[in-house]
């Protein structure tokens, strides 16, 4: 019996909401009527989140889909980094969550710059786990059958994960 990977299906959501939520708690500092802060600094601590749970539903299915899936040699050692950037990411989206938190609780009227520059500081970590993956997949194959039927060769597109 075949399985589908799962992975691939629901990195996206985490990924979008951890962007949303920093630009809406970007969009809660900038902005000066108090109502419409109000609901950004809402949309930003629920995405957040939200962001965290599906990020945790992430891992759970890469770590079922790693189960599944038969890896080159030469393919471990990159899924084993990007398994250890996503332990990273989460544990930075635990300590963004606790801090926005901390916010949220205060009842603090604006968010202050500290955090947005760790939000801005996790969301690109978040961004370039996603880049990461893809690379693998579309470079490497993991996890899918490779059909050579790139934009590019094998080398070139190999060569971006090589340099990282």
Known sequence: MSFLPIHPAVVHLPIALVLLSALADLCARLIKSETRRATFRAVGFWSLVAGLAGGALAIAAGYLDLRRAALKPETISLVELHMT????????????????????????????????????????????????????????GAGVAPTGQGTETAQTAQGRLDTV
């Open 85 to 140: 950037i996503g332990w990273v990411l989460a544990g930075c989206l635990v300590v963004l969550c606790a801090w926005r938190w901390l916010i949220w609780h205060r009842g603090q009227m604006t968010i202050n710059t500290s955090y947005l520059v760790g939000a801005f500081l996790v969301l690109s970590v978040t961004l370039f786990q996603g880049w990461y993956g893809g690379e693998m997949v579309y470079s490497f």
